[in-house]
């Protein structure tokens, strides 16, 4: 249904900032694309993946408590884009980080809107000390 595309990977100092996007892309050039709930995620090496941030569709957002006060989770509706803000990083942000967006996308204006469910494809966020 969508494809979405992360960015905004980099190694990084300690206590330095960092900004991650998202893009949603429809299908085709005609798609109308919402969304309606987001989240970010971070997989260190040799563990789980794990949940950062999220935003859902009432407005409501979550944050790990180790992140709280330092990471802001944000969406562009106009440019179909979500976005993580990264400030006073830590050596322990490091990973991989993945975003999964959820929404409605419809294809052509005869057609109906169908719910999609997307990962990104992962973007890698080096911390130094």
């Known amino acids: 249904q969508v494809q979405v595309v992360e960015s905004g990977g980099d190694s990084v100092q300690a206590g330095g900032s960092l900004s991650l996007s998202c893009v949603v892309l429809g299908a085709s050039s005609g798609s109308n694309v919402s969304i309606n709930a987001m989240g970010w995620y971070r997989q260190a090496p040799g563990n789980q993946r794990e949940l950062i941030a999220s935003l859902r569709g009432d407005g409501i957002t979550y944050y790990v408590d180790y992140v709280k006060g330092r990471f802001l989770i944000s969406k562009e509706n106009a440019r179909n884009t979500v976005h993580l803000q990264m400030n006073s990083l830590k050596p322990e942000d490091t990973g991989a980080y993945y975003c999964?967006?959820?929404?409605?996308?419809?294809?052509?204006?005869?057609?109906?809107?169908?719910?999609?469910?997307?990962w990104g494809q992962g973007t890698q966020v080096t911390v130094c000390s």
């Open positions: 999964n967006v959820k929404g409605y996308i419809k294809t052509f204006s005869w057609g109906p809107s169908t719910p999609y469910d997307q």
